[in-house]
Structures are given as C-alpha cells and as structure tokens.
C-alpha cells in the first residue's frame, strides 16, 4: 500500500530505454492520485541487470517494468516467478514484496485482452478460429492470453516455422501450427486475426499478406503502436474490419502494475490515451 510518509518509485529497466512512453503513463498516474512519487527510465546494460535488480528493495523501489533486452533473462534474478510468466518465459514487471524478495510477473497477456475489451466490450475469445502471426515474446504474450481465455483454435504462423512448433508444443491444447504459406488462406472463417510481428512498425516494411480469405466481420488486432495504423489495420479498416492497435495492450499492462507497486486501481481515460498519442 502507498504511505504517505514514503517517496513512491518505479521505473523501467531497458537498454535502450529512453524512447519509452512509460515513463509519461505511470507519472499521470502519480499527479492523478496526487503521490509524491516518480517512475524513471533505467538504462541497464545486460550484464548489469543482477545488481540492478537486487538493487530495487534497498532504494526503495516498489518494482519495475522490463523491456528489451531484459524480459526473459529478468527469470534468473527474482524469488519466484508466477504463472503467466513462467507461461510465457518472460517477465514484463518485477514486484518487491514487503520481505525485499522480487516476484517476476508478465501483464503482457493481460493488457492485450483488455485492449481488445476496451475497443470492443462483447468481445469474447470463443470457438471460433484466431489467426496470430509471429512467434516471438510478444506472439507468446498474446497466445497465453487467448488461452487462458478459452480460445479453442489458434492458427499461428511464423516466418520461421519452427519458432511457431516450438510454440505449438509448449502450449499445446488449441494452437496449431501451420506454414508460413499457408498464411493467407489460413483467413478464412477466423473471428479474429492477430498480428505480433515487427512487421508494419515505423521503419519496417508492411506485414505481406493478402486479406482477400478474412471475414469481414473479423476483429484485425495489431500489438505495434507506431505508427498508430500499421498498413495491415488500414488495409483491414478499408474492407470493413473493426481494428484494434498496440495501444490498448501498452496502457492496459501498466494497470496490474500499479496494483501490485502501490496498492492503486488505476484507469485508462480518454485523458491518458490522448497524453500518450500526443507523444506518438
Ligand atoms: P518480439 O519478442 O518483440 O516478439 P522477436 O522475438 O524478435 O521479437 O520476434 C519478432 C517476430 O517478428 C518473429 O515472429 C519474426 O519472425 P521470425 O521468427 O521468422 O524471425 C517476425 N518477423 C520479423 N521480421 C519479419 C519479416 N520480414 N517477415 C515476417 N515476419 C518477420
């Protein structure tokens, strides 16, 4: 819980770190609540992240978020690692407990489905078909979530098949992994279709597939932010497709977080999303 005799911190190990929005999020979340408290930006080289994170209880900090290179060597250094993480091999955000002992936990998952909730609240994961391509960590983020929420067939395809085998195995139950030429007839009858690749993201070239096989009424989800419509959702959008960005799953994670740092339930506004646009 929050002490008002106590300087809140947070902050997010990377490297690099500074093009992080996260640092904006959490600090609305501080005047919001009117916390004396900051979240920082943490430029941890790879070979530094042990000390820096055994460093975290005694400066005081109630945890942190973790991105690139971190997530899944973060495993090595914590106490104990929760289910979703374990799940997924890689932790997005590190707790302190009262004890100074660190929990590895991945909001990942989490986020994404709250994304989807958020743009479409009848949303549901269901029987019907989910395409996802890509089968790197945010693929594995995205896979656990659908799982976990029931999704009966997933179709996941990857450039690199047996990156999506691997994936297929360890998960088992409703993934399937098909080739990466099968991708554009693997469309049709899916409910919905999930892209995890790099693909499309400021910098890279669009994500090549052809959305002739996809039902209109198929929900098109992408888990890049920049640009805010990556060609794949504006080729979606143009045929009628509802479309969901990468957004929603970066504002979304930060929410259990902040629960677990802080004791605090935190909501993403209309206020929120704007701040963090006006940065996009
Ligand atoms: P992250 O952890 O952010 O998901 P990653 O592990 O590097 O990053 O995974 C990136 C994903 O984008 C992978 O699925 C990758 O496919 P490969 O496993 O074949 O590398 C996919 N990707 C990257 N460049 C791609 C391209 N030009 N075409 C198709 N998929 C691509």
């Known amino acids: 819980m929050a002490h008002p005799d106590r300087f809140l911190l947070a902050g997010l190990m990377g490297w690099p770190v500074m093009h992080s929005r996260s640092p904006k999020l959490h600090n609305h979340w501080f005047a919001q ?83 989807l909730l958020e743009a479409d609240p009848n949303w549901r994961a269901g029987a019907d078909p989910i395409v996802v391509i890509g089968a790197g960590g945010g693929s594995r983020a995205v896979i656990d979530s659908l799982a976990e929420r029931g999704a009966r067939e997933i179709r996941l ?23 990466w030429d099968e991708r554009h007839a693997a469309l049709a009858g899916a409910a919905m ?18 959305l002739d096989k996809l039902p209109t009424s198929a929900l098109v989800a992408d888990i890049v932010y920049i640009p805010r419509e990556t060609p794949l959702l504006a080729a979606a959008r143009a045929r009628g497709n509802r479309t969901v960005n990468g957004l929603g799953m970066l504002l979304h994670q930060a929410r259990p977080a902040w629960k677990a740092w802080f004791g605090i339930d935190t909501e993403v506004t209309p206020e929120l999303r704007a701040l963090i646009e006006a940065t996009m």
């Open 33 to 115: 609540h009117g916390l004396a408290g900051t979240y920082v930006p943490l430029a941890i080289r790879p070979e530094g992240l042990g000390p820096a994170l055994r460093a975290l209880a005694p400066l005081g900090f109630s945890g942190c978020n973790l991105t690139i290179p971190h997530k899944e060597t973060a495993l090595a250094f914590v106490d104990e690692i929760d289910g979703a993480a374990r799940r997924i091999g890689a932790s997005s955000c590190i707790v302190v407990r009262p004890d100074g002992s660190l929990l590895a936990t991945n909001n990942d998952g989490y986020g994404f489905i709250e994304g």
């Open 157 to 179: 395809l990857n450039r690199t098949p047996e990156r999506a085998q691997t994936l297929a195995r360890e998960f088992g139950g409703p993934i399937a992994a098909l080739s």
């Open 193 to 210: 279709l999930v892209n995890t690749t790099s693909q499309g993201m400021v910098g890279e070239p669009p994500l090549d597939l052809d």
